[in-house]
């Protein structure tokens, strides 16, 4: 596939809840191997944005193509979804780290990395287990494969989330504040997890308040507030000359 | 010595009746009271509250009466039920309806991160209640399941109304028979040997469950 390829295209967003418009009209392109840091305001809709992605919420209006394929079309002004089965295709194409981890507890950092390709790809055991333990060595995590989550740090358990999510060897990774709940000191094995990734030509979306990590790792940078994309710009130009004056007190106020 | 072997021999009997009772009604109870809060929970909303009307009507009335209307009352509209069918009949009833409100708060106390995690990996429905939800809410209901299959053991004494010889009924026989009070002691010792074998078995069982909690 060409690096030019448009790997997800939303087209005039529209998001509700409870008639308290969230996203009002949000447009955007992430080619492939981009990584797209989206920084903004809290309750700006940046997570809403994501989960409009992988179907966790509904939108209300505007279309998501994914790969050349439609999620959702506009219609007379309303989404219309694809049929469960193209659904299911797309969202298979997509994984999704949270803010907080979600690890299965019950499951050991290995089986949680198993559980979605043996019984959602059907895959054979000696099929994935190999693909498991690399992503783990990788990850640093080896040694850790039959420890339940509870007993690890907030740090490795991001990044088993993150293994467990590219055990699906999914094209695309959306990422939800993956370090935010994690203490200073514990954030960089992380976002170095995540870097490597980026290098890999990993396509990814990065909801983030780490402005080192949006300023060298992101192809490209969108800022959010109140459910609208007010800036959008290569790394270096947003950081360093914002044309926006929300963008701007919003930088001044994260950089100081 | 004779005389209290006897007796022991006796209430053995009414202890077969006693085990009988609650094995089946929680063998019976325990899925019935899961399908029952899966049903609670359903967004189907004449579903969910037909639920709520039988958990309501199970809880908020005496299990007694409900033995009572069962044995009595059916046979009346021309049901007609074995003594031991009726019992089981109004035992699983009530208990599964107590079973179902505590799978009902432990399916609720699951954060919502463990659906939306599923979800994201492709899981279908079922896939994430059998594998992921379920597996979690046992750990989390063992302790309230515990003591209420500990209440299911008192409560067979209730079967003691209708003409069942169960343990109680054995020695109130018995201790009318020949005014001796051992009998009661001796039922009290069964009935601790019973609730202690369970509570031994629950302590195993959450020990299993929760070995992956710190
Ligand atoms: N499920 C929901 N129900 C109602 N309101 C919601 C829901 N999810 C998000 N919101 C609201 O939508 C707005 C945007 O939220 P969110 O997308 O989480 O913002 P961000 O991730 O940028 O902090 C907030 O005002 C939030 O309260
Ligand atoms: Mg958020």
Not at chain 1, 88 to 95: A, R
Not at chain 2, 34 to 40: D, F, G, H, P
Request: one cysteine or more; aromatic letters at 8%; a positive charge.
């Amino acid at each position: 596939m060409e690096n030019s390829t448009i790997m997800i295209q939303m087209s005039d967003i529209y998001k509700s809840f409870n008639n308290i418009p969230v996203l009002k009209g949000i447009s955007l392109e992430v080619k492939k191997s981009e990584v797209l840091a989206v920084i903004g305001p809290s309750g700006s809709g940046k997570s809403t944005l994501l989960r409009c992605l992988n179907t966790l919420e509904t939108i209300d209006g505007g279309s998501i193509k994914i790969k050349g394929e439609y999620l959702a079309k506009n219609s007379d002004g309303k989404a219309e979804y694809a049929d469960k089965k193209t659904q299911k295709h797309i969202l298979g194409q997509m994984c999704m780290v949270f803010q907080q981890f979600n690890l299965f507890p019950h499951m050991t950092v290995l089986e949680n990395l198993l559980e979605a390709p043996l019984h959602v790809k059907n895959m054979k055991k000696n099929e994935i287990l190999p693909v498991a333990e690399e992503l783990l060595r990788k990850t640093g995590l080896f040694d850790k494969r039959d420890a339940y989550p509870s007993r690890l740090s907030g740090g490795q358990q991001q990044r088993v989330a993150i293994a467990r999510a590219l055990c699906m060897s999914p094209d695309i990774m959306l990422f939800d504040e993956p370090t935010s709940a994690l203490d200073p000191e514990l954030t960089v094995g992380v976002l170095n997890t995540m870097r490597q990734l980026a290098e890999e030509q990993m396509t990814m979306i990065v909801v983030t308040h780490e402005m080192g990590f949006a300023r060298d790792a992101a192809s490209n940078v969108i800022f959010m507030a109140d459910g609208n994309i007010i800036e959008k710009a290569k790394p270096h130009d947003f950081f360093s000359n914002p044309q926006e004056e929300r963008t701007k007190s919003f930088l001044k106020n994260m950089l100081k | 010595m004779h005389n209290i072997l006897n007796t022991i021999a006796l209430m053995l009997e009414g202890t077969e009746t006693t085990l009988q009772i609650f094995f089946i009604t929680l063998v019976l109870s325990i899925p019935i009271g899961m399908l029952v809060s899966l049903a609670r929970l359903s967004r189907l909303k004449p579903v969910s509250w037909f639920m709520e009307l039988y958990i309501w009507i199970m809880r908020g009335t005496p299990l007694m009466l409900q033995l009572l209307f069962v044995y009595f009352a059916l046979p009346m509209a021309g049901i007609k039920l074995s003594d031991i069918t009726a019992a089981l009949l109004a035992f699983t009833l009530n208990y599964a309806a107590y079973f179902a409100e505590i799978f009902r708060a432990g399916i609720q106390s699951i954060n919502r991160g463990q659906y939306e995690a599923a979800k994201t990996l492709g899981m279908s429905y079922t896939q994430t209640m059998r594998r992921i939800i379920l597996p979690q809410v046992i750990r989390r209901v063992l302790p309230p399941i515990s003591n209420e299959t500990i209440n299911l053991v008192k409560d067979t004494s209730l079967i003691y109304i209708l003409a069942m010889n169960d343990l109680l009924r054995v020695a109130r026989t018995i201790v009318q028979r020949e005014f001796d009070m051992t009998p009661f002691v001796v039922a009290a010792v069964f009935y601790l040997a019973m609730t202690f074998v369970l509570t031994w078995i629950f302590k195993r069982l959450e020990a299993h469950y929760g070995k992956y909690e710190v």
